[in-house]
């Protein structure tokens, strides 16, 4: 509900935050992510239940009780509550680059700077809508709505109850804005803060002065501050410590207000959270590192972990370099197992992410005779079962079921391969969890027709969802 327009640019130096802020409305569409979603606390209508899976995110907002997610290719993911449309009236397509969720309305922004809206409508958050085409960032209220245009001036639309539409600052400068019930918050190209709307609690009077700010974040009625030195402010409603419970560290990359909570994402990238726990928002706090943005909703909280590149090993060398090869082959130092010539094999390695969602797992022969073909084995377990089938070793003397699959020509002795794990290959079904193991087999250079053969070292890799 608190959205601002940053997706995965706090990974990266505070100092870098100003000079690389006006490109954010490209940034999102060309970064190359490998980004999950992660939700937590209240689940009344499927906050985090419905999360989506996949590691291809960017970005991520969250409402009153619905959820935005932007995909690296600009489409959006939507999901919980939707009496409004909020769920079901999302923009379909791709070529959007940010995303923000109010209350009960959302906001999208395509490449060329124009905006969508839909959802709730009562007042006119959705129809009063510019029709402008120069804005590089959103970020939707309660029942208001802000965007930035290029020239760093601000346009408001919506509810104007507490004047946080009419009192938007006029001017040019800005760099940030973040939207709360009903106050907004903007950051100057100078580092200082400007407030306005409902002033309760002191959510616009007590606005730090100062212009050491690089990022700041709305709730719903207290605001938070990020300062160039990584130390967190917070000013407003106090209800549940979430102002008087802000850590003093000062390692901090990223803010972000939830509705009574709040959230902070430390520099190694682990999260803290304080303020109200009624649904676990804050004692549901994932644990660990590799997270890059958070994004605070309505006593649920949502953020981005990082996914590195699932590629899998190699194993089953038969020299004593890897595991001990199923069938007691003996391949040379550096190669795959043995075979009927006495030589060494082939080398298969991997690269990309075996995921089922974003699959771009790669298979690569190196080492093999060129202008032959072989044959990639793919079984469901590496362990040994004695087998002593006639095709060879490695894979193929394993228990479980074995495919065979895929057969390609080397040239100059490559060759890859591609599995797509979303469709069924072999005998066995697919899913999340599983353990595949691959290897090379290939006719042996130096025997006749019909006699030898050659297998290069197997891979493993456990395919996520």
């Excluded at 124009?114 to 402008?132: A, K, M, N």
């Excluded at 006029?170 to 903007?186: M, V």
């Excluded at 644990?287 to 590629?311: H, K, P, Q, W």
């Excluded at 057969?407 to 969890?433: C, E, K, L, R, Y």
Aim: aromatic share 8%; proline share 3%.
């Amino acid at each position: 509900m608190k959205t601002n327009h940053r997706s995965k640019m706090n990974q990266r130096s505070l100092s870098w935050y100003t000079l690389a802020i006006s490109f954010m409305g490209i940034l999102a569409s060309s970064l190359s992510a490998k980004d999950t979603v992660s939700t937590w606390g209240s689940d009344d209508e499927s906050q985090v239940t419905g999360t989506p899976n996949g590691d291809q995110f960017v970005q991520v907002a969250g409402g009153a009780e619905h959820s935005l997610a932007l995909r690296i290719d600009g489409s959006i993911a939507a999901w919980g509550v939707g009496f409004y449309g909020q769920v079901s009236n999302t923009p379909s397509g791709a070529g959007f680059t940010q995303i923000g969720a109010g209350h009960l309305h959302s906001l999208a922004l395509r490449s060329e700077g124009s905006i969508e809206s839909w959802g709730h409508d009562l007042h006119f958050q959705v129809y009063d809508t510019p029709g402008e085409s120069d804005f590089f960032a959103v970020a939707a209220g309660g029942f208001h709505s802000l965007a930035l245009r290029s020239d760093g001036s601000i346009a408001s639309w919506g509810l104007d109850d507490y004047l946080q539409v009419s009192n938007t600052p006029a001017g040019s400068g800005f760099i940030e804005i973040t939207a709360g019930f009903q106050h907004s918050l903007a950051l100057r190209s100078d580092g200082s803060i400007v407030s306005w709307g409902r002033d309760a609690e002191g959510r616009v009077s007590g606005t730090p002065e100062g212009s050491d700010f690089v990022q700041v974040s709305a709730g719903d009625m207290h605001s938070l501050a990020l300062r160039s030195d990584g130390s967190i402010v917070s000013w407003g409603h106090d209800g549940y410590g979430q102002v008087t419970d802000t850590p003093t560290e000062s390692n901090f990359i990223q803010v972000a207000g939830g509705s009574t909570h709040s959230l902070a994402l430390r520099s190694d990238g682990s999260i803290v959270s304080w303020g109200r726990n009624s649904e676990g928002q804050v004692s549901e706090t994932p644990a660990g590192t590799g997270f890059i943005s958070l994004e605070g909703a309505l006593d649920y909280s949502m953020a981005l972990r990082e996914v590195a590149d699932n590629t899998g090993s190699a194993f089953c060398f038969g020299d004593g370099s890897g595991l001990t090869c199923p069938c007691g082959a003996n391949g040379n130092s550096g190669e795959g197992c043995a075979n009927s010539g006495g030589l060494g094999g082939a080398t298969l390695s991997a690269s990309g992410n075996a995921s089922l969602a974003n699959d771009t797992f790669r298979l690569r022969v190196d080492g093999a005779p060129g202008a032959r073909p072989g044959l990639i084995l793919r079984g469901a377990s590496q362990v040994n079962g004695g087998l002593g089938n006639l095709l060879g070793d490695g894979v193929r003397c394993t228990t479980g079921e074995t495919a065979r699959s895929q057969v390609q020509m080397t040239s100059a002795g490559s060759t890859t391969f591609i599995d797509v794990m979303g469709n069924s290959f072999g005998s066995w079904s697919s899913g999340p969890g599983m353990e595949t193991n691959y290897q090379f087999w290939y006719r042996d250079p130096v025997s006749s027709c019909g006699g030898g053969f050659n297998f290069s070292n197997a891979w493993r890799v456990t395919w996520t969802q």
